[in-house]
């Protein structure tokens, strides 16, 4: 393999760029959702630095950096330090297939939904060494349940992307986007569009799935240890991933630059384009982390495996059906709204009785306790405390 | 399911409102009526002089034991300006110390003491604590000018209502003996002073000795 220095120079030009407008997103990531999270709640947000609190994120950088990197006494020192970077590496790796507008990719793959896939759960690795090596309970504990999360959550999410790749009939994000000239697959599958959404938000830990670094539960997972530029580093790659799953839905669900406007666009239209239906994504994943409370890690198991997994092998099946008998494509969508009414109905029934699935539950759990005749000392001594109980009153009357 | 939408409605509707954060070093919002900051001492307008006479219920009172007061002979009342024999000379709280339980404010038979709306007195060091006379005047001045503050019980510490129901007693007192006078000579006059003395019910007289 013959590769010159030209090529080289400019792969690593690349690769600068994409680390710097990466970091750029994550900036306005964090101050986006400050921002967002509190106007949602009533609050004003950050309004101290700069105008509307606009260098809020640049301060929390600083602070973050001029913090002193500890690590606990008892760690394993290499592990500890390396685990951050193999959480961040692959949620920065996916970023080079991933394509903003035609030509704006850094390498477009042919099997770049599979890239994104396997890359995307090496973070777990990371999360996990990260509990383990800081040698905290907490973290131990968290690393546990985030391995649980996240590859509960990574099938609902592959499933879903699997069904976008079989309607397109190719694992190159280029194809996919071009296949939704006409019609975005939101409109299509939006029951894969739902399962996706709800299992990113699973997968990079927004709330309410922030089960594995809870703070009321297990003080901040497997980055309890954690503190200055490490800290920052799982911080960035927080970030980071939320805007992967923005712009992962943007690109495979909302018809990427394609639609609506159609393929003409000039390249800086197209990639502004992806970019909006990437950040209203972003904007809706907030919207939920303002409003709903953190599930328990048994709701969020049953959830995963009872509901997310089962519907997203409908979807899949569904397509699957549609693909080979040759169906009318909205075909399609009636039945992914079928699917979806499914769990709508259940959790409508069983809301409008709730008395009587709660009178269900207690008699499916009830314990029987059988009357017995109580012993004779017992029964003596209750009648000779009621006989001096009553004495006092009779000797007054 | 459908309560999540609501939530999310819910939280969507705050997007188009005001928020309702006061930054606060900036905006001050005002305390309720009933806020019940550190005491402050009253300020008699008609006497010009604190209703405070320094009778020590107060610092006996305090759980805290945070007050200190020292009494002297009222000027004023020697030119019979002021009912008060007795007023406050220095009056001390240390702030540090004090709990806020308005038990000062409950045994006080004075009306001078109040729990006002003061709760901004941070300072750089201990002695900034410590709330001396002057301070508790001007804090209970703002206080009777926000709530226009009206005494309890008049009749009994305001010192112009006191000394003009006393002169009216006396005039009334004087008027009597002259009718008295000049409808029988020889009524007894050691009876009649007694009679104002119970009108005014001035505690004063008790705590003086």
Same mark, same amino acid.
């Given at each position: 393999?013959?590769?010159?220095?030209?090529?080289?120079?400019?792969?690593?030009?690349?690769?600068?760029?994409?680390?710097?407008?990466?970091?750029?997103?994550?900036?306005?990531?964090?101050?986006?959702?400050?921002?967002?999270?509190?106007?949602?709640?009533?609050?004003?947000?950050?309004?101290?630095?700069?105008?509307?609190?606009?260098?809020?994120?640049?301060?929390?950088?600083?602070?973050?950096?001029?913090?002193?990197?500890?690590?606990?006494?008892?760690?394993?020192?290499?592990?500890?330090?390396?685990?951050?970077?193999?959480?961040?590496?692959?949620?920065?790796?996916?970023?080079?297939?991933?394509?903003?507008?035609?030509?704006?990719?850094?390498? !477009?793959?042919?099997?770049?939904?599979?890239?994104?896939?396997?890359?995307?759960?090496?973070?777990?690795?990371?999360?996990?060494?990260?509990?383990?090596?800081?040698?905290?309970?907490?973290?131990?504990?968290?690393?546990?349940?985030?391995?649980?999360?996240?590859?509960?959550? @990574?099938?609902?999410?592959?499933?879903?992307?699997?069904?976008?790749?079989?309607?397109?009939?190719?694992?190159?994000?280029?194809?996919?986007?071009?296949?939704?000239?006409?019609?975005?697959?939101?409109?299509?599958?939006?029951?894969?569009?739902?399962?996706?959404?709800?299992?990113?938000?699973?997968?990079?830990?927004?709330?309410?799935?922030?089960?594995? +670094?809870?703070?009321? @539960?297990?003080?901040?997972?497997?980055?309890?240890?954690?503190?200055?530029?490490?800290?920052?580093?799982?911080?960035?790659?927080?970030?980071? !991933?939320?805007?992967?799953?923005?712009?992962?839905?943007?690109?495979?669900?909302?018809?990427?630059?394609?639609?609506?406007?159609?393929?003409?666009?000039?390249?800086?239209?197209?990639?502004?384009?992806?970019?909006?239906?990437?950040?209203?994504?972003?904007?809706?994943?907030?919207?939920?982390?303002?409003?709903?409370?953190?599930?328990?890690?048994?709701?969020?198991?049953?959830?995963?495996?009872?509901?997310?997994?089962?519907?997203?092998?409908?979807?899949?099946?569904?397509?699957?059906?549609?693909? +080979?008998?040759?169906?009318?494509?909205?075909?399609?969508?009636?039945?992914?709204?079928?699917?979806?009414?499914?769990?709508?109905?259940?959790?409508?029934?069983?809301?409008?009785?709730?008395?009587?699935?709660?009178?269900?539950?207690?008699?499916?759990?009830?314990?029987?306790?059988?009357?017995?005749?109580?012993?004779?000392?017992?029964?003596?001594?209750?009648?000779?405390?009621?006989?001096?109980?009553?004495?006092?009153?009779?000797?007054?009357? | 399911?459908?309560?999540?939408?609501?939530?999310?409605?819910?939280?969507?509707?705050?997007?188009?409102?005001?928020?309702?954060?006061?930054?606060?070093?900036?905006?001050?919002?005002?305390?309720?009526?009933?806020?019940?900051?550190?005491?402050?001492?009253?300020?008699?307008?008609?006497?010009?002089?604190? +209703?405070?006479?320094?009778?020590?219920?107060?610092?006996?009172?305090?759980?805290?034991?945070?007050?200190?007061?020292?009494?002297?002979?009222?000027?004023?009342?020697?030119?019979?300006?002021?009912?008060?024999?007795?007023?406050?000379?220095?009056?001390?709280?240390?702030?540090?110390?004090?709990?806020?339980?308005?038990?000062?404010?409950?045994?006080?038979?004075?009306?001078?003491?109040?729990?006002?709306?003061?709760?901004?007195?941070?300072?750089?060091?201990?002695?900034?604590?410590?709330?001396?006379?002057?301070?508790?005047?001007?804090?209970?001045?703002?206080?009777?000018?926000?709530?226009?503050?009206?005494?309890?019980?008049?009749?009994? !510490?305001?010192?112009?209502?006191?000394?003009?129901?006393?002169?009216?007693?006396?005039?009334?007192?004087?008027?009597?003996?002259?009718?008295?006078?000049?409808?029988?000579?020889?009524?007894?006059?050691?009876?009649?002073?007694? @009679?104002?003395?119970?009108?005014?019910?001035?505690?004063? @007289?008790?705590?003086?000795?």
């Amino acid at each position: 393999m013959n590769v010159t220095l030209g090529e080289v120079i400019n792969i690593a030009i690349a690769l600068f760029v994409l680390f710097n407008l990466v970091t750029l997103v994550a900036i306005t990531l964090v101050w986006l959702e400050r921002k967002l999270l509190g106007r949602l709640q009533g609050r004003p947000g950050p309004t101290r630095v700069g105008p509307f609190g606009l260098l809020q994120p640049i301060a929390d950088a600083l602070k973050l950096l001029a913090k002193e990197d500890i690590s606990p006494g008892s760690s394993q020192k290499v592990l500890f330090f390396v685990a951050p970077l193999l959480v961040f590496v692959p949620s920065f790796v996916i970023w080079l297939t991933f394509p903003v507008a035609e030509n704006l990719v850094v390498r !477009n793959l042919g099997l770049g939904l599979f890239f994104f896939v396997a890359f995307s759960v090496l973070s777990i690795v990371g999360l996990v060494l990260a509990g383990w090596s800081s040698n905290s309970k907490y973290a131990i504990l968290g690393g546990f349940r985030a391995a649980a999360q996240l590859v509960s959550y @990574e099938i609902p999410i592959i499933m879903s992307i699997l069904v976008v790749a079989m309607l397109a009939g190719t694992l190159d994000f280029v194809e996919v986007v071009e296949a939704q000239e006409a019609v975005p697959y939101i409109a299509m599958v939006p029951l894969a569009f739902v399962i996706f959404l709800i299992a990113g938000l699973a997968e990079v830990g927004r709330t309410p799935f922030d089960i594995y +670094f809870a703070e009321s @539960e297990v003080v901040g997972g497997p980055f309890v240890e954690y503190s200055g530029a490490h800290w920052a580093i799982f911080f960035l790659a927080e970030y980071v !991933n939320t805007f992967v799953v923005g712009l992962l839905g943007a690109l495979l669900f909302l018809g990427g630059w394609m639609w609506p406007f159609g393929p003409d666009l000039p390249t800086p239209a197209a990639a502004g384009l992806v970019l909006v239906k990437a950040y209203f994504l972003t904007v809706i994943i907030f919207w939920v982390r303002a409003t709903y409370p953190r599930m328990r890690i048994d709701q969020l198991m049953s959830f995963g495996w009872k509901w997310l997994i089962p519907l997203s092998f409908a979807v899949f099946v569904a397509a699957a059906c549609q693909l +080979f008998y040759k169906w009318n494509p909205w075909t399609l969508t009636i039945i992914s709204f079928v699917i979806m009414a499914v769990p709508v109905v259940i959790q409508i029934r069983r809301q409008r009785n709730p008395a009587l699935a709660l009178a269900a539950r207690y008699a499916a759990n009830a314990i029987v306790v059988q009357a017995r005749p109580k012993p004779a000392v017992a029964a003596a001594m209750e009648s000779e405390s009621a006989t001096t109980d009553a004495a006092p009153e009779g000797a007054g009357a | 399911m459908i309560s999540g939408l609501k939530g999310l409605l819910t939280t969507l509707r705050w997007l188009g409102k005001k928020p309702v954060t006061a930054q606060y070093p900036n905006q001050h919002l005002p305390v309720q009526h009933r806020y019940m900051g550190f005491p402050a001492l009253l300020w008699d307008e008609t006497g010009d002089e604190p +209703f405070c006479t320094g009778c020590m219920v107060c610092v006996r009172e305090c759980p805290t034991q945070c007050m200190t007061a020292i009494m002297h002979d009222n000027p004023n009342f020697t030119e019979g300006l002021s009912h008060r024999r007795k007023i406050i000379e220095t009056f001390e709280i240390n702030l540090n110390r004090c709990i806020l339980c308005g038990i000062c404010v409950d045994v006080c038979a004075f009306d001078a003491i109040e729990m006002s709306h003061e709760h901004e007195l941070a300072s750089f060091e201990r002695a900034g604590a410590r709330a001396d006379l002057g301070l508790l005047l001007q804090q209970g001045r703002r206080y009777m000018k926000e709530e226009s503050w009206e005494p309890a019980s008049p009749g009994r !510490n305001v010192a112009g209502i006191v000394l003009e129901a006393r002169a009216k007693t006396a005039a009334a007192k004087a008027a009597a003996e002259v009718a008295a006078e000049s409808k029988s000579g020889d009524a007894p006059a050691n009876v009649k002073p007694q @009679e104002p003395n119970l009108d005014e019910k001035t505690p004063l @007289e008790g705590s003086e000795s």
